[in-house]
C-alpha cells in the first residue's frame, strides 16, 4: 500500500496508527520490544504509530498477536482498507464532474445491497428524489465546487440508481427528519411535487419511510445523515469530503443509531399526515 498518503488519507492513518500504540501500550510493551516479538525493526514500529508510515494486513496480525489482542484484528484490518479510499476529496474529484462524485456506489454496490437503511436529515435522499428536485440539488453543488456543469449526466446516475426500488430481494429503510420536508431546492413546485412524490414511495411494499416530526422528545441526534449498505459499508458525505466507514464495530454502532432513530420516527398513516400537512403549507 502507499506510504506516503494523501492529506485527504493522513488523518485516517494517523488514526490507525494512535489505536496501534494504545494496544502496544497496553500489553505493557516497549516499542522495541513489540518489534522483536513482531519481526520487525524498532523504528518502522514508531514510523507506523506517528502516521508516517501505513501497515500492511500481515503487519496488525503480527502486533495483535505479540499484544494479545486478537480480537482487534478484524477492526484493525476494516479500518486499514479504509485508509485509502475512505476520505476523497471533493474538489479534487469532481474535475471529473459531479457524474464522478455522485455515483461512488454505483452500479456494484446496488446490485449487490439487500437492505439500505438510510437516515437524512435536512435532504429528501437521492432514492426518492424527482428529476427536477434532484436538478435543483445537483446545480448547487456544481456552484458551490465548480464543478463542470454535467448536470444532465449527473441526474441521470441519481434516476438509474432509483431502479433499485423494484428489484426483487431489496429493502430500503428510510429516516427523514421533519426539516427535510422543508428544505427547498428549487421552487415551490418543484417542492410540492418531491413531497407527492415521497407519498407514492410510501406505499412500495418494500420500501419503509418514517418522518421524525419536529419539537418532540428524542432519543439522539446524529451529526450527519448516513447511508448503511446491509453490515458492511456506512457511506457519509460533508461539504468537502465523502467518507466510508467500514470497520465492523462502527458499522455497528450506526446500525445502533439507525435504529434509535426510527423509534422516535412516525411511520404508516402518521407519516403520511405530516407530509400532508408540510405540502397544504407550501405556497
Known amino acids: 500500500m502507499n506510504t506516503s498518503p494523501s492529506s485527504a488519507t493522513r488523518e485516517a492513518q494517523k488514526a490507525l496508527g ?8 497496553s500489553a505493557g510493551l516497549s516499542g522495541r520490544a513489540l518489534a522483536a516479538l513482531a519481526g520487525q525493526h524498532f523504528t518502522r514500529v514508531s514510523k507506523i504509530e506517528n502516521g508516517v508510515q501505513i501497515p500492511t494486513e500481515a503487519d496488525i496480525r503480527a502486533w495483535c498477536e505479540s499484544c494479545d489482542a486478537q480480537s482487534e484484528i478484524a477492526d484493525l484490518t476494516a479500518e486499514l482498507r479504509a485508509v485509502d479510499s475512505s476520505y476523497r476529496e471533493f474538489r479534487r474529484a469532481s474535475r471529473g464532474g459531479m457524474k464522478r462524485i455522485i455515483g461512488v456506489h454505483t452500479p456494484e454496490r446496488y446490485e449487490i445491497t439487500r ?10 435522499p437521492g432514492l426518492l428524489q424527482t428529476p427536477d428536485y434532484m436538478r435543483s440539488m445537483i446545480e448547487f453543488w456544481v456552484d458551490f465546487l465548480e464543478t463542470p456543469r454535467d448536470i444532465d449526466e449527473a441526474v441521470a446516475v441519481r434516476m438509474e440508481r432509483q431502479r433499485a426500488l ?8 428510510f429516516v427523514l ?7 427547498w431546492f428549487g421552487s415551490a413546485t418543484v417542492q410540492s411535487s418531491q413531497l407527492h412524490r415521497l407519498l407514492e414511495l410510501m ?3 418494500a420500501v419503509s419511510i418514517g418522518i ?7 432519543f439522539g441526534v446524529p451529526s450527519t445523515g448516513f447511508w448503511i449498505f446491509d453490515n458492511e459499508l456506512v457511506s457519509l458525505e ?5 467518507i466510508t466507514v467500514t470497520r465492523p464495530s462502527e458499522v455497528t454502532l450506526y446500525g445502533r443509531m439507525f435504529d434509535l432513530m426510527k423509534g422516535t420516527a412516525v ?12 405540502i397544504s403549507e407550501i405556497v
Open 115 to 124: 437492505l439500505f437503511r438510510i437516515y437524512e436529515h435536512n435532504v429528501i
Open 203 to 205: 406505499s412500495l411494499p
Open 212 to 218: 421524525i416530526p419536529l419539537m418532540r422528545p428524542r
Open 238 to 242: 460533508t461539504p468537502t469530503a465523502g
Open 18 to 25: 494512535a489505536r496501534l500504540r494504545e494496544i502496544r501500550r
Open 267 to 278: 411511520h404508516g398513516p402518521a407519516a403520511r399526515e405530516l407530509v400532508d400537512q408540510v
Open 166 to 173: 423494484k428489484r426483487p430481494g431489496k429493502r430500503f429503510s
Open 177 to 183: 427528519e421533519e426539516q427535510a420536508l422543508r428544505t
